[in-house]
């Protein structure tokens, strides 16, 4: 099954011989495995899903590995229900609709129910967030540091779009904190310093892979250059869509919202006449679309951490386009890099951002108090 750093150029997809049987042998007809992920959810998989290789024999239970992705999925959603349980309003309306906008995005259960590392990194980020959130409540301890660089080793193991989201997040902490606290005094602590050594794992995991193939994650164009150019990933140029950068603008944030307010992926569930603004999709829609209100609040700590955590998804959203549309224009791949699902994983962010303006508007009878990110002295008795 490979070590942890694996060996891409040497990845295919193999044939399944029988039910839950693959064949590893060299077959000139196995295809490229384009994927060059990090490892951690993969490696999970395998050693908690019960997989056994003998030779050139693998064998596996499809429904096993599918149960234990959907528990690690079910694990993150519990985290996210419990920031959202611990730091918003006692107002029970709120509280439901807490649960309704974190289970809306159409792939969030169809991702975990499937196997995708997108599963994972709902556990990862969330993780991260919450120790965020606690660094922000100014809760200095040890586990706070530990959720904050636990949750960013992991991520950054796991995919890297989470991973440019969680060190966006940081370095947009870091700098907030020494920019408000006239230095770096918060972080000149034993709790953060007996953290550090974990991000050696993805150091050496990154080191690694840049040592043997120039690039933190090796793509299939770099690895299988004369597989690539006759995949359905590459278009003559004769053959390509021509398109104006307003024009492919328009296109990768019109599939980008599809993607957000339908199924998509190996098996796709057609929505004939839906669009992300029709009657059918536009309350899912608005999930990702109302938290960039949260740059138009008056500015609280609140607000503050909120808008830094939507500005670290706008950026990965942002490397997202630059990327696709280098794709199309490069290698005449359109119809690439658009998925939305990506920032999922980033869905209790969303959520706070949405509970926390509602918590503003004047129809909301605030019995509680928005207690997200308040100071340590004046935070409720309830368990954090």
């Avoid at 989201?165 to 907030?176: D, E, F, G, N, T």
């Avoid at 920019?179 to 034993?190: A, C, I, S």
């Avoid at 669009?275 to 679309?289: E, K, Q, R, S, Y």
Wanted: proline share 5%.
């Amino acid at each position: 099954m490979g070590g942890w750093v694996p060996d891409f150029s040497a990845m295919r997809i193999y044939p399944e011989t029988s039910s839950n049987v693959l064949n590893l042998s060299d077959n000139s007809s196995n295809s490229f495995n384009y994927l060059g992920h990090p490892p951690l959810y993969y490696k999970l998989m395998s050693l908690l899903s019960g997989m056994g290789v003998q030779g050139n024999t693998v064998t596996f239970d499809l429904n096993h590995m599918r149960m234990i992705s959907f528990i690690i999925g079910i694990i993150g959603m519990v985290l996210v229900f419990y920031i959202t349980f611990t730091r918003i309003p006692d107002i029970p309306l709120l509280h439901v609709l807490v649960g309704l906008i974190a289970i809306a995005p159409a792939n969030m259960v169809y991702t975990m129910s499937g196997l995708n590392n997108d599963t994972l990194l709902l556990v990862t980020v969330t993780l991260f967030t919450l120790g965020v959130i606690r660094f922000m409540e100014s809760r200095n301890d040890l586990l706070t540091y530990a959720l904050i660089t636990m949750g960013m080793c992991s991520t950054a193991l796991t995919k890297l779009t989470g991973g440019m989201m969680v060190a966006s997040m940081a370095v947009l902490v870091v700098a907030y904190t020494i920019w408000t606290e006239r230095g770096p005094k918060r972080f000149l602590r034993k709790s953060l310093y007996s953290t550090l050594p974990m991000f050696l794992f993805p150091l050496v995991y990154f080191l690694t892979v840049l040592s043997r193939w120039h690039t933190i994650q090796p793509s299939y164009q770099r690895l299988a250059p004369s597989e690539f150019i006759s995949s359905q990933w590459y278009v003559a140029v004769g053959d390509r869509t021509q398109l104006t950068l307003i024009e492919y603008s328009t296109y990768f944030f019109r599939r980008f919202l599809e993607c957000w307010s339908s199924i998509v992926g190996h098996v796709p569930v057609a929505r004939p006449g839906t669009t992300p603004f029709t009657a059918d999709a536009i309350g899912v829609t608005l999930i990702l679309l109302i938290p960039l209100c949260i740059f138009f609040f008056n500015r609280t700590k609140q607000q503050r951490f909120l808008a830094m955590g939507i500005t670290s998804i706008l950026l990965a959203v942002l490397y997202q386009f630059f990327g696709a549309a280098a794709a199309t224009y490069g290698r005449g791949n359109l119809g690439g890099g658009v998925q939305s699902r990506y920032y999922q994983c980033a869905i209790a962010v969303l959520v706070l951002a949405i509970i926390w303006m509602l918590d503003r508007h004047p129809f909301v009878e605030n019995r509680g108090g928005s207690t997200l990110v308040t100071n340590q002295e004046d935070r409720p008795s309830r368990t954090r």
